[in-house]
């Protein structure tokens, strides 16, 4: 069983709803990242936070919004998607001291219409 | 710079049989290195690392892999294949000397199992 939940599973989206995939770990971790992961293709980052903050944007489009609540909670906003953004979306944590050491959730699956 | 190169996108092998897949690192640094694997429609589970001690490193569900700096290279390695190894394998390099994100992944290698 994975330690980091990531919900929903699945959904589907049209171009102009609002939705947010939702990422939660409780192994005391303080790094935790967006990833996105085409089919057949290795995962490419979208965004880092480190002790709540945002570290690294992976020079994503706006219409992909981050939010670290707190220190077990990710959230990923989306807004006005384009179909091309269908894909696997994978939150991942790890220890500051053990980066490369990540633990993957089972990914979000997105469609857009 | 940080480049991982997986030399086979694709391996096939029976049951019972040994596996090999193949990984080459470029690095500036010394590296940190990681095999990472992936079962259809699930996330990353981090099989191994190399993190500058032993050279032989032992992993989960039997797989191991050796670093060789004069070859560059980490492949991952098992005596003898499962059915539940199949999957999609990544080699993984990360600069310490950078950000917690700098991660590079390689293209992946698609494990098949025949029984």
């Known amino acids: 069983d994975t330690e980091v939940t990531q919900t929903p599973k699945h959904l589907v989206m049209g171009m102009t709803n609002k939705k947010s995939l939702k990422c939660e770990q409780h192994m005391g971790h303080r790094a935790m990242y967006w990833y996105k992961q085409k089919a057949k293709k290795p995962p490419e980052l979208m965004f880092v936070y480190s002790y709540e903050k945002l570290s690294i944007n992976e020079s994503v489009p706006s219409r992909f919004s981050p939010e670290c609540p707190n220190s077990s909670l990710l959230n990923l906003h989306l807004h006005a998607l384009q179909p091309e953004d269908s894909a696997l979306y994978l939150c991942?944590?790890?220890?500051?001291?053990?980066?490369?050491?990540?633990?993957f959730g089972e990914g979000s699956r997105l469609t857009v219409l | 710079a940080q480049s991982v190169t997986q030399l086979d996108s694709h391996v096939s092998v029976s049951e019972g049989t040994p596996v090999l897949l193949r990984c080459n690192y470029s690095?500036?640094?010394?590296?940190?290195l990681f095999w990472y694997v992936q079962h259809p429609n699930k996330g990353l589970q981090l099989l191994l690392k190399y993190t500058s001690a032993a050279t032989l490193v032992k992993g989960i569900n039997g797989f191991e892999a050796e670093f060789k700096k004069s070859e560059t290279s980490f492949h991952l390695t098992k005596p003898s294949a499962h059915m539940s190894d199949a999957a999609e394998y990544f080699c993984?390099?990360?600069?310490?000397?950078?950000?917690?994100?700098?991660?590079?992944f390689g293209k992946g290698t698609k494990l098949s199992v025949k029984p």
């Open positions: 991942a944590s790890s220890h500051p001291v053990r980066a490369g050491e990540l633990f």
């Open positions: 690095s500036s640094y010394s590296p940190s």
């Open positions: 993984v390099v990360s600069n310490y000397g950078g950000s917690q994100g700098n991660l590079i």
